[in-house]
């Protein structure tokens, strides 16, 4: 049974880099079988797909956000990490690592998210 | 960006049937942007339900179902149980990414 725990700062202050990361258990990141991505929600709002990396490291991610997030993956430690940068109060959310199987759409195993504030 | 639109909210009665759609400002809807749903309830990560428009993961109670309807994505839940109270949230694929629709609170009353 995969197990995926978001790690980082819960408090993050404006114009600076919010960094997490995803520890994962149970599976290897280094399987061609998933995509392994970061997923976000606004308190009382809806989800938004921030973006998702593949075993041999290509990444994907939403046009919106593409210009200040890196996902990266660290397969000696079985984690991969998401980057945003100049984040403004916006990028408050509850951040959740996933993994899809066979594609980018088919997220079955969630972490239980972490909030990240965005506050001075 | 492409826009993905579901109903904010939908009131169902217990044992009743409940069709949630999921539209795209791209146009129909096709098997091609393999759709997928999102159970979420408070407090609790989503829970993946259909994929690939039909297809039912193992623990994907049988009252649920997936469909095309008119152009768009569609969840159908027969015979609501009270637990299925909760914000369904379907994806769309669109080559190279995806996109959430804003979410359909489902309410059984």
């Known amino acids: 049974q995969v197990q995926l725990q978001e790690s980082g700062p819960g408090l993050v202050k404006p114009s600076e880099t919010l960094s997490l990361t995803c520890t994962v258990s149970?599976?290897?990141?280094?399987?061609?079988?998933?995509?392994w991505g970061w997923i976000r929600q606004p308190p009382g709002k809806g989800l938004e797909w921030i973006g998702s990396i593949y075993y041999n490291g290509n990444t994907y991610y939403n046009p919106s956000l593409e210009s200040r997030v890196t996902i990266s993956a660290d397969t000696s430690k079985n984690h991969f990490s998401l980057t945003l940068s100049s984040v403004t109060a916006a990028d408050t959310a509850l951040y959740y690592c996933?993994?899809?199987?066979?594609?980018?759409?088919?997220?079955?195993?969630w972490g239980q998210g972490t909030l990240v504030t965005v506050s001075s | 960006q492409t826009v993905v639109t579901q109903e904010p909210s939908l009131t169902v009665s217990p044992g009743g049937t409940v069709t949630l759609t999921c539209a795209s400002s791209a146009g129909a809807v096709t098997n091609g942007y393999y759709p997928n749903w999102y159970q979420q309830k408070p407090g609790q990560a989503p829970r993946a339900l259909i994929y690939?428009?039909?297809n039912k993961h193992s623990w994907t109670p049988a009252r649920f179902s997936g469909s095309l309807l008119g152009g768009k994505a569609a969840l159908t839940l027969s015979g609501v149980q009270p637990e299925d109270e909760a914000e369904y949230y379907c994806?769309?694929?669109?080559?190279?990414?995806?996109?959430f629709g804003g979410g359909t609170k489902l309410t059984v009353l």
């Open positions: 690939s428009t039909t």
């Open positions: 149970g599976g290897s990141i280094s399987s061609s079988s998933y995509y």
């Open positions: 994806l769309l694929y669109y080559g190279g990414g995806v996109v």
């Open positions: 996933a993994r899809s199987r066979g594609g980018l759409t088919t997220y079955s195993d």
